[in-house]
């Protein structure tokens, strides 16, 4: 099966600083990539659409200055969280879908990020 | 905007028993697709079973299967035998089915703990 990789697993910084988070599709090209975010316990919050090549589309009441989206190739999409703030802390998840599919997505193991 | 509501934010059962887990919600639109996914501990999310709008016949996958009432926008989630490795959050999901065959992001609902005793 498709399998979508992220990196890192883990990530611990100071309140500040930038940080950011790869997502790759590994056996399969991937013109849409969709960042999610989950608090603890909670559901997953769809932050952003980015296709391969043009500008990411922010849902609502995401700052798309501070979580910029970049999707610079058909394997690679990337979310940088910057000057992270403790609010910040929570489980980033990424999922790609294969340009043969019109439905299915495919979803990395996500990335704790905690900011001290 | 769509939204999606899962109204049991837990559920236990024992081994073997069947369950089943309630979704429903709320779109202006008459084509899209519905999912169920699994959220084990890992926090891996896994597509459990998905269903169509366009098509009346309910989606099945071994152990699982739906029940998809389009008028009423309901979607729950018969799990049959269940097993202790069923012990997960459950998320039912909602995504649009753009004009040209392109898809949405997903819109989740709150999801259901389901414990599976031994």
């Known amino acids: 099966g498709a399998v979508v990789s992220q990196h890192p697993s883990r990530v611990i910084c100071k309140s500040g600083t930038s940080v950011k988070i790869e997502c790759r599709s590994l056996?399969?090209?991937?013109?849409?990539m969709f960042w999610y975010r989950q608090f603890p316990k909670q559901s997953l919050m769809l932050m952003a659409t980015s296709n391969e090549g043009s500008k990411a589309t922010y849902e609502q009441g995401v700052e798309k200055d501070k979580f910029l989206i970049n999707h610079a190739s058909l394997t690679l999409s990337t979310l940088t969280v910057t000057s992270a703030h403790p609010e910040d802390s929570s489980f980033y998840i990424c999922?790609?879908?294969?340009?043969?599919?019109?439905?299915?997505?495919?979803f990395g193991p996500g990335t704790r990020l905690t900011v001290l | 905007a769509q939204t999606v509501t899962q109204s049991q934010p837990e559920m236990s059962v024992q081994e073997a028993e069947t369950v089943t887990l309630s979704c429903t919600y709320d779109?202006?639109?008459?084509?899209?697709?519905l999912f169920w996914y699994k959220q084990p501990p890992s926090r891996q999310m896994i597509l459990v079973i998905r269903q169509e709008a366009y098509k009346q016949q309910n989606a099945t996958e071994n152990r699982f299967s739906v029940n998809f009432q389009k008028a009423a926008k309901s979607f729950s989630l018969k799990i049959s035998d269940s097993q202790l490795g069923d012990t997960a959050m459950y998320f039912c999901a909602f995504m649009s089915r753009l004009g040209g065959g392109g898809a949405d992001g997903l819109t989740f609902g709150k999801g259901t703990h389901l414990i599976i005793q031994p």
């Open positions: 779109t202006s639109e008459n084509n899209y697709y």
């Open positions: 999922s790609a879908r294969d340009w043969t599919s019109s439905y299915e997505q495919f």
């Open positions: 056996d399969f090209q991937a013109t849409t």
